[in-house]
């Protein structure tokens, strides 16, 4: 029978069609993990069991699952107004946003540019930069440095500048040209089980002043880094690292994009990375927590130079020739602005702040479970790594995973590492819960 006349494929609901992503699609339908619900700390899966979320979905859901303000107000805003138009034409809470969004933001970051994703953050803040240096007069300003193991999403922007191989080789050769990249900061030899910030490792900064003499500073645009590298497996930041970085930049006239897709929102104990480490970028990229996940959104933050270096020419005439039809979706910005009252009436970032002591003692409490070779953590950001099985990398984690999700509890993996981003309403007994059930299911594995 041809597939159109199967009849009513809602009724069949069969898990093939679905080609989903950054999954072993052939493994995962045979063996499917549905999550049919989620309130608070916990996930429902469909055969009715509760799971204790170690990773606020994917980093995102920092204000706990099924917020009723962020709920109700996108359903206040799909019945007001389902969509207007963002080119030549917007719509009032797309500005209140910005507005709302930029008061509570440091500095001079007193401008907005919406996307829809971390990915689509980043591309833009990519072309904001080069398009900057353009605008400015300097031409020659054209290539973007990475850093080895970065994520910055999955378009071509992001891969380009991005450091994880695994996501770039099959797509070789279509990165973009005139990119360079740091060298990571991971050095457990000297910096294994560090609580917070390790001590070594600023002068892995230092590196760009090499990349300047390769290249020429005067051909860089960018700097591109996550203040914390949350994907590759929670690599955070050398003390000093970043602010010698920052200074580089600022020798140099090139410009410093922070990634705050994972950091921003609460994430390190302060409202973004770059207030937590008293480091100032010129753009940031956020998604993710921005509105709890519930509706996808992205944003770039830009500094009040970088927009005024546009905003020249004729008046009608466009100034960056880029943007999305969905940019400050009014169902986005309605859980946005939902999402950020949250925040501040319950004071989320203090609450993950005052936590996250008692959350480090939790990680660092399993340096003695089998097979941890490194702990890592930050704000409410943790990471255990073990040893990789010999000629099986990531394959000892992969397992950890789905006996973790057998056992109730959802955690994160990359390579060898568990990685775990709880909402910022978890309590003290679910943090314990967290290192109880990983140290037992530790010991079960080979
Ligand atoms: C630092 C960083 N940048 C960008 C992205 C991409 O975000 P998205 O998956 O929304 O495109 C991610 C996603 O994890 C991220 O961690």
Redesign the pocket.
């Known amino acids: 029978m041809d597939k159109h006349e199967s009849g009513d494929r809602a009724i069949q609901n069969t898990l093939e069609p679905y080609w989903m992503p950054f999954t072993g699609n052939r493994h995962f339908k045979q063996h499917p993990r549905l999550l049919a619900a989620a309130e608070g700390m916990y996930y429902t899966s469909d055969d009715g069991r509760k799971i204790l979320d170690g990773t606020a979905g ?2 995102c859901v920092n204000a706990g699952h099924g917020r009723r303000e962020i709920t109700e107000a996108i359903q206040r805003q799909a019945a007001k107004l389902d969509y207007a138009p963002s080119f030549q034409l917007s719509h009032p809470i797309a500005f209140e946003l910005a507005a709302r969004l930029t008061a509570t933001l440091p500095g001079d970051f007193d401008y907005v540019f919406y996307a829809n ?6 591309d833009t803040a990519l072309k904001i930069a080069l398009a900057y240096h353009q605008a400015k007069g300097e031409f020659r300003r054209t290539r973007l440095i990475g850093r080895e193991r970065g ?4 378009g071509f922007g ?1 891969i380009s500048v991005g450091g994880i191989v695994g996501n770039r080789k099959a797509f070789a050769s279509a990165l973009l040209p005139q990119i360079d990249h740091l060298p990571h900061t991971h050095d457990p030899a000297k910096n294994a089980f560090s609580r917070g910030q390790p001590e070594h490792g600023a002068h892995f900064a230092d590196a760009l002043e090499s990349l300047c003499a390769l290249h020429d500073p005067a051909t860089i645009a960018a700097v591109i880094v ?1 203040p914390v590298a ?2 590759t497996g929670v690599l955070v930041p050398p003390k000093g690292y970043l602010e010698r970085l920052r200074a580089i930049c600022d020798k140099h006239g090139i410009l410093l994009i922070f ?1 705050e ?2 950091t921003g929102f609460g994430r390190l104990g302060a409202p973004y990375a770059a207030e937590f480490f008293g480091v100032m970028p010129d753009l940031m ?1 956020v ?2 927590g921005l509105t709890n996940a519930a509706v ?1 959104m ?1 944003a770039v933050y830009a500094r009040k130079g970088i927009y005024q270096a546009f905003m020249q020419g004729p008046e009608n005439a466009i100034e960056l020739f880029h943007g999305y039809t969905y940019s400050g979706h009014p169902l986005a910005c309605a859980a946005a602005l939902a999402t950020i009252e949250i925040h501040r009436r319950d004071g989320l970032a203090e609450r993950a702040k005052g936590i996250a002591p008692y959350w480090e003692n939790a990680i660092h409490s399993l340096e003695d479970a089998k097979h941890v070779i490194d702990l890592r953590n930050i704000g409410l950001i943790g990471a255990i790594e073990m040893a990789p099985r010999p000629g099986a990398a990531g394959g000892r984690a992969f397992e950890v995973f789905l006996e973790c999700f057998k056992r109730g509890l959802l955690v994160r993996t990359t390579g060898d590492t568990i990685a775990l981003s709880p909402p910022l309403i978890v309590e003290k007994p679910e943090i314990d819960r967290m290192a109880e059930t990983i140290r037992a299911v530790l010991a079960t594995i080979s």
């Open positions: 994917l980093w994703s971390g990915s689509e953050a980043v994520y910055h999403g999955v992001g996550e949350g994907s990634d897709v994972i990229t998604a993710k996808p992205g």
